[in-house]
Each structure stands twice: as structure tokens, then as C-alpha cells.
């Protein structure tokens, strides 16, 4: 059984049909890359998945249960978290209050749920700036961050939006490792990502989008040579 079904799913903004009939079944535990070019709709996608946006039509089935038009909030509380492609930390506080907020979500005890979080911000490479203010982290550290702040929600799916843009080749590399590590512990992924290295790397299938449509689904290797992909998005020259 898929763990993660979209049946005809689809999200306009006025006339706009940013997401139109997306059917899509996701297997536990699997790694599912999303390309496709500016404007096609992968955001929308994840916030419509995360709660965030409702649906204009379709169902989204997770784990067997109906969950279309809940909260993000009730979302992520059986499973099903999203990063940002905007990080929004709260600045003024630090690393380790921004987490332990969401780790609370899931602990009741204060204490503990910072000590979760503690344990979230080590495992994302970020300890030695755990009592630094939000708003000093560079980039890479706000990437970071957001992934912990995803982490300590404890998800069985983790929606990514671009986790890796506006980083440099050395500073993706061991972000890469920890995702393939995350994979590994049992989450499934849903990757947003332009980055194609990465995309490749860690990507066991692949849905192009454009337009708001799937306009390509299936093994990496195979869908990078298709000729409406190339077209549409990677270019000859990839
Ligand atoms: N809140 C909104 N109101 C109106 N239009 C929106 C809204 N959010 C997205 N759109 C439009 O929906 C379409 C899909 O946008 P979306 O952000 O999902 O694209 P994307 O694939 O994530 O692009 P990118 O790669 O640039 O992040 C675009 O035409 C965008 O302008
Ligand atoms: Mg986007």
C-alpha cells in the first residue's frame, strides 16, 4: 500500500491553475525528486500536502486516513513536514529555542523538549551554535536550522523546498549526507530541488512538473533523457 496518495489534485489562484489534476502515489520510504521549471508548481504542491494551502479539488490519502483540507498543524502532528524555501526563524531568539518550539509539539515537558531539541540541532551539525542568535546564522546554518526545526516534528514524511539553494558545492556536500542519512533512518522524502547533482544523487524516482501538470514520473536515469523534460526544462546542453 502507497503511504502517500495524491488523486487529482489540483490548486488555483484565481484563474491561475498552479496545480491541476496531480495524481501521485508515494511508497513508504521512498525518495521521490521534484524538478521542474520556475513557476510549475512544486511549491504550491508541498504547501497544499503540508496543510498549508486547501486544495481547490482531489483527495490527499496518507497512512490510509483522508487528511485533505487539515491544518498544517494537525498535518505534521501524524507525520507529514515541510521546509521552507523562504527560512522564517524567530531572529531574537536562539538555535535552541527555535527548535525546542517545535520539538514541544511532540513533548509536553519543557526540559525535555529542549533536550530533544539538542539532541535534533547535534545531529544536524549545528551544535556549537546552538545559544546563538537565529537571525546571525548564515545561510547554511539557516538551512540547517530549518531542517531541525522539521527533524524535531519527528516526520514519517519530510516535504524539502530547496534545502540546498544559494549554498556552495562544500557547504551542500555534508548536507547531502545528512539527507541520505534521514532517508536511511525510515523517512520518506518528497525533494524540491534545482540543484541536479543532488537531485541525481539521491533521487530513487522523479516527477518533472510544469505548468502544474506531470509532465514526466519515473526511474532518474530514464527521465532525464526524456525529450519533453529537456525541452520543458533541463535544456540540451544537460
Ligand atoms: N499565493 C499565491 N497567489 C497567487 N499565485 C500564486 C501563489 N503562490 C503561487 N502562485 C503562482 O502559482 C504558480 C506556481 O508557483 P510555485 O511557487 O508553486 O512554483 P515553483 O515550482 O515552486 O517555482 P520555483 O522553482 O520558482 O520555486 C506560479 O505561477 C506562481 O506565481
Ligand atoms: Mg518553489
Same mark, same amino acid.
Given at each position: 500500500m502507497s503511504l502517500l496518495v495524491l488523486d487529482g489534485l489540483s490548486k488555483s489562484f484565481g484563474?491561475?491553475?498552479?496545480?491541476? &489534476? *496531480? &495524481? !501521485? %502515489? =508515494?511508497?513508504?520510504? %521512498?525518495? !521521490? /525528486? =521534484? =524538478?521542474?521549471? &520556475? /513557476?510549475?508548481?512544486? +511549491? +504550491?504542491?508541498?504547501? *497544499?500536502?503540508?496543510?498549508?494551502?486547501?486544495? +481547490?479539488?482531489?483527495?490527499i490519502v496518507f497512512d490510509g486516513q483522508d487528511i485533505t483540507g487539515w491544518s498544517a498543524d494537525r498535518v505534521a502532528s501524524v507525520g507529514l513536514v515541510r521546509t521552507f524555501q523562504l527560512m522564517r526563524p524567530f531572529e531574537s531568539m536562539t538555535v535552541l529555542e527555535n527548535v525546542a518550539i517545535a520539538s514541544h509539539n511532540k513533548i509536553r515537558s519543557i526540559p525535555k523538549a529542549r533536550d530533544h531539541a539538542a539532541d535534533v540541532i547535534d545531529r544536524v551539525g549545528l551544535g556549537t551554535y546552538k545559544d546563538a542568535m537565529s537571525g546571525t546564522l548564515p545561510t547554511a546554518g539557516l538551512k540547517r536550522l530549518e531542517l531541525a526545526r522539521a527533524l524535531a516534528l519527528e516526520p514519517r514524511v519530510l516535504l524539502l523546498d530547496e534545502v540546498l539553494a544559494g549554498l556552495v558545492p562544500t557547504e551542500r556536500a555534508p548536507i547531502i549526507d545528512l539527507l541520505r542519512e534521514i532517508h536511511q533512518d525510515g523517512v520518506t522524502v518528497l525533494f524540491v530541488e534545482h540543484i541536479m547533482a543532488a537531485v541525481l544523487a539521491l533521487s530513487e524516482r522523479l516527477l518533472v512538473m510544469h505548468e502544474g501538470q506531470q509532465l514526466a514520473l519515473g526511474v532518474p536515469a530514464d527521465v532525464i533523457q526524456d525529450a519533453a523534460v529537456v525541452d520543458a526544462y533541463l535544456g540540451e546542453d544537460y
Open positions: 484563474g491561475l491553475a498552479a496545480l491541476g &489534476n *496531480v &495524481n !501521485l %502515489e =508515494i511508497a513508504d520510504r %521512498e525518495y !521521490l /525528486g =521534484i =524538478i521542474g521549471p &520556475n /513557476g510549475a508548481g512544486k +511549491t +504550491t504542491l508541498l504547501s *497544499v500536502l503540508a496543510g498549508q494551502l486547501r486544495p +481547490t479539488s482531489g483527495k
